[in-house]
Structure formats: structure tokens, C-alpha cells
């Protein structure tokens, strides 16, 4: 086991890279340092003067250099024969909308593949508002109190291909897919007043929430792990698709699992067979229907059509209503393993 005897410090940020670090190695030497001391070298929010904010843990600081400039200082080392101690403090990590972990606990809670990697105390010895503290995560973010803050609209709403989001100015925190169904029949409300046939005029204003709540409990029972939600306008029709990462239903069932009381040969025990089915017949009271489809990358992907948009300028007024209804916006970001 190598045993330092004289080590350096160093500190590396945008003005200080691995170049320079590599650089300095002759000089370190002549001084007598036998081993480099550096911060870590892990991608860290962006802008850090330190580099102990990590954001992914499985990637090179691209601020810092490239994975071939890093090895160029570690054969600088070795030709000087001195060594490189990295420090690597565990739970030094960016509690941030660039740390694709920490957004999928503040998403998903205790579900999240990424939760044990977090010390939080899901069952805190709360006396007081112990409700609001079971199961959560409590983040002081805000610069006001809540209803002053509600009151001046300082809170957004926000949808992108990632699923919904609050932001509150720079800040921003993914839903609880759970919760997308309280959203949805906003949205869509202005649908039921479009006018039609019987069928949509016959939808009940839970109807959204029993085929949300449906296709995410029938998601997480047989593939458990992250589910996605998604929300699309296709062809002057709302789609809403539901992803699991699971082992998927074979391409020859597929056609079968919305009927009642069918469960394909890889289903496991437990289970009615119901859940697909009454989506079915819900997403019908709207004029519309399902497909299981297989997600990308492997899993289940289920979507739920529901009836076509009013054509724009007509009489169905309604159909930007809809989109308008839930203060939603377009935005974008680059899903991580999971920028609430």
C-alpha cells in the first residue's frame, strides 16, 4: 500500500483544469511532493468553484477537462513517480435540479431506485404537522410565506416530454406522477363541454383520475421501478401514455390485455385482470381507446386516445381551453437517468 509522505493541494474549478494541473507536475516534483491531493473530479453543478456540489457521479466535470486530459495528468504522475489521492466525501452531493437522483426522489419518494442513496428520514418524530412530513421530503426554497407567494403567482406550472413541474423562478421540482391526475382533469375539462356524441357527453369527472390511477398501479404491480407519464396532442387527439421498464407483455397478448379477467402467462400471482379493461371502457366514454404497445428501450407502453380535438376557429372554443386550462408550457430538458 502506497503511504504518502509529502502531498499537494489542489482545487479544481473552471480556472484550474486537469491541463494545468498536468503542467504543474514537474515543479511539484522538484519541490519534493509525493502525491497530488485533488478535489473530485465528478460532474458537479455547474459554475462550482469546488467541485464537491456532485450532480452525476458517473460522469467526468466536463468544465475540468476530458477524460483523455485526465489520464494525461495521471501518466505525468506516474512518469514522476508520485501518486494521486482523489477526495471523495460520499454524501457530498447536489441537492439541485442538475443531480438527476435527487430529482427522482423529490418525483418518485421512497420508489425511487436512487432513495437509499439519500439519508432521509421518511418517518421523522414529528409533533407537529406530522401529515405534511411522512413520506416527503421538506425543502425551504421559498422566499415568502405559501399563500403570499400563491397570492403574487410567483408558482408555475409547467409541462415539457419529462412530465410536469413547479418552478418557482430559477428553481424547478418534478410531480408526482400520482398527482398528474388532478392536473389532467383541469386540462381536459373543457372537453366534456365540447358537443358530440352521447358517448362523451356521458363522461363521468372522475373518468381521467381512474384511468391515471389504473394504469400506474397496474405499472408499478408488475414492473416495479420508474414509470413514465407523458401527455401528447397527436392528430388533434390527447394521447396519455403510461412507460414501465418491466419484462413487457409479449407482442401475440397484447391484443388481450384489455379484455376482463385476462392475464397473460408471465403474469404474476395476485391480480384481477381488471385494471386495462376498465381503462378500456373509460377512455370509450370519451370516443376513444387503447393500445399496449412496447415502450423504447424494453417494458410497457400503454397508451389511452381520447376523442379528437375541436378543429381550430370553430365553434369548439374549448380545444385551446384545454390546453390553456392547466397554466401549462412547453419547455425542454435532457432526461438523466433522470433539469418538482
Same mark, same amino acid.
Given at each position: ?30 519541490l ?87 439519508d ?8 407537529k ?6 413520506? *416527503? @421530503?421538506? $425543502? %425551504? #426554497?421559498?422566499?415568502?410565506?405559501? !399563500?403570499?407567494?400563491? &397570492?403574487?403567482?410567483?408558482? /408555475? ?9 413547479v ?13 398528474y ?20 357527453a ?34 388533434? *387527439? @390527447?394521447? $396519455? %401514455? #403510461?412507460?414501465?421498464?418491466?419484462? !413487457?407483455?409479449?407482442? &401475440?397478448?397484447?391484443?388481450? /390485455? ?37 415502450a ?38 435532457d ?6
Amino acid at each position: 500500500m502506497r503511504v504518502p509522505v509529502a502531498t499537494y493541494r489542489i482545487q479544481f474549478h473552471l480556472g484550474f483544469r486537469f491541463s494545468d494541473a498536468r503542467d504543474l507536475v514537474p515543479y511539484l516534483d522538484a519541490l519534493g511532493i509525493t502525491d497530488l491531493y485533488a478535489s473530485p473530479r465528478f460532474k458537479a453543478r455547474k459554475g462550482s468553484s469546488h467541485g464537491y456540489d456532485i450532480a452525476d457521479p458517473w460522469r467526468i466535470n466536463s468544465e475540468l477537462g476530458t477524460a483523455e486530459e485526465f489520464e494525461e495528468l495521471a501518466q505525468r504522475l506516474q512518469h514522476y513517480q508520485m501518486g494521486l489521492l482523489l477526495d471523495i466525501v460520499p454524501n457530498h452531493m447536489a441537492a439541485s435540479s442538475e443531480n438527476p437522483w435527487w430529482l427522482d426522489v423529490l418525483e418518485n419518494g421512497r420508489a425511487s431506485a436512487y432513495a437509499h442513496y439519500f439519508d432521509i428520514d421518511w418517518k421523522p418524530s414529528a409533533r407537529k404537522a406530522a401529515d405534511l412530513q411522512e413520506n *416527503r @421530503v421538506l $425543502l %425551504a #426554497v421559498l422566499g415568502d410565506v405559501y !399563500g403570499k407567494v400563491l &397570492e403574487n403567482q410567483e408558482l /408555475a406550472l409547467k409541462f415539457d416530454d419529462t412530465g410536469f413541474w413547479v418552478c418557482y423562478y430559477e428553481q424547478k421540482w418534478p410531480l408526482d406522477p400520482k398527482s398528474y391526475a388532478l392536473i389532467l382533469e383541469h386540462w381536459l375539462a373543457a372537453l366534456r363541454a365540447v358537443e358530440g356524441d352521447g358517448a362523451t357527453a356521458q363522461a363521468e369527472p372522475g373518468d381521467v383520475d381512474q384511468i391515471l390511477d389504473n394504469l400506474l398501479d397496474n405499472a408499478i404491480t408488475y414492473a416495479p421501478g420508474p414509470v413514465v407519464v407523458r401527455v401528447e396532442r397527436r392528430d388533434r *387527439r @390527447v394521447v $396519455l %401514455a #403510461v412507460e414501465d421498464r418491466g419484462p !413487457g407483455i409479449p407482442a &401475440e397478448e397484447r391484443g388481450r /390485455a384489455t379484455e376482463r379477467f385476462y392475464r397473460g402467462r408471465g403474469a404474476p400471482p395476485g391480480g384481477s385482470g381488471l385494471g386495462l379493461a376498465i381503462v378500456r371502457e373509460l377512455a370509450e366514454r370519451w370516443g376513444g381507446g387503447v393500445e399496449v404497445l412496447e415502450a423504447p428501450g424494453g417494458g410497457t407502453r400503454v397508451e389511452v386516445s381520447l376523442r379528437p380535438l375541436p378543429e381550430p376557429g370553430g365553434t369548439g372554443g374549448p380545444g385551446v381551453g384545454a390546453e390553456q386550462g392547466a397554466g401549462t408550457e412547453r419547455g425542454g430538458r435532457d432526461p438523466g437517468p433522470a433539469d418538482p
